[in-house]
C-alpha cells in the first residue's frame, strides 16, 4: 500500500485531465468526463488538431447544462500540470479484426506519444485505453519510466460490466447487484471468474435455480461466448465501440479523484500474484488516489486459474512479436 504522503504529492493536480486521441473513443470519453463534474479542466490532443479544435467547441456548448470546466484543445506542452492522462489514440480495431491484430500499430503510435508525455509531465498518471490494452499498458509502462502504480489500463472493467448486464437480464434484476469479474486479457483469451459471482450475496447458480434456470454449464458458457462477441458484433454494426468504454473510463478516474478505493479489473503489473511476474494483465485491483495501490488475489477454481495462465501467455506472446 502507497504511504499517505506520496498519494497527496500525485493529488495536488488532479482536477485536469488530458485525453490524447480524439476519435470516437477519445470524444466519447471527454463528454462522459464532462459531464461527471470529476474536473474542472480538459485537454484534448490529437494529431489532427482541427479535430482536437472542433470536439473542444462542441463539448464546451454543453457548458449552460453541467458544471463548470475548462475544455479546449491544446499540445504536449500543455500536460505539465495535468494529474490524469487518458490515451485512446490510436488505430480502431476493424470488421474482422481482433484487438491483437492492432499490436504493431498501435505500439509504433505509442512510441511516438509516450516520449511527448514524459518530455512534460513525470507526475501524472498514465490510463491507457487504446487496444490491446494490456499489452499497450506494459508498453507504455516501460517506454514512460513512470512507476508501475501510476501506469495501468481499462482493462477488463467494460467486459465486467458487460458480464454483470448480461447476467443481470438473464435474470431480471438489475446489474448493479451482480457481483462478478472478468479477468485476463482484454480479448478472446478473457475468462469470467464465475467460481465467486454472486447475485445480492447469493451464490449464482443457487439464484439461478431460484429463477428456474438450471443448466448452469450451457447458461455461463452462453453469456460468457456473449460477452467476448459483443465488441465484435458492435464493430459489425456500428464500425466501433465507445460509449461503453466511456462510462468505463469515467468511473475509474472517479475512483482516482475521489480516492474511491473501488475494487475493479484494470490491467496493471503483476508480480507475484496469481503466479504471474513482469506482465500487465487485467486482475481485480484496489484503486484510489495512489493509482493502482494494491492487487487483489481473488480465489480461483483450478479451471480459472489454468485459463488465466493461458491468457497471460497469450499476452506474452504478443509482447515477444514487438520486442518487448
Known sequence: MLNQKHKKDIAMNLQKVAIIGCGMVGSSTAFALAESGLFTNMLLIDVNRDRAVGEAMDLSHCLPFI?????????????????????????????????????KKNTEVFRSIIPQITEYNRDAFLLVVSNPV????????????????????????LDSARLKFLVGRRLNVNPKSVHAFVIGEHGDSELAVWSSAN???????TYCSHCGYERHD????????????????????????????????????????????????VSTLVNGHYGLNDIYISVPALIGSGGVEDVIDINLSKTEMNALTDSASTLRSALREIGF
Open 218 to 265: 450451457e447458461n455461463r458458457k452462453a453469456i460468457e461466448n456473449d460477452v467476448k462477441n459483443s465488441a465484435y458484433e458492435i464493430i459489425n454494426r456500428k464500425g466501433a465501440t465507445y460509449y461503453g468504454i466511456a462510462c468505463a473510463t469515467t468511473h475509474i478516474c472517479a475512483s482516482i479523484v475521489r480516492d474511491e478505493h473501488s475494487i475493479m479489473p
Open 134 to 157: 494490456d499489452v499497450l499498458s506494459y508498453v507504455a509502462y516501460k517506454l514512460s519510466g513512470y512507476p508501475h502504480n501510476r501506469v495501468f489500463g481499462s482493462g477488463t472493467v
Open 67 to 103: 458544471r463548470p470546466v475548462e475544455i479546449r484543445a491544446g499540445n504536449y506542452s500543455d500536460i505539465s500540470d495535468c494529474g490524469i492522462i487518458i490515451i485512446t489514440a490510436g488505430v480502431g480495431q476493424k470488421p474482422g479484426e481482433t484487438r491483437l491484430d492492432c499490436i
Open 199 to 205: 447475485v445480492g450475496g447469493i451464490e449464482l447458480d
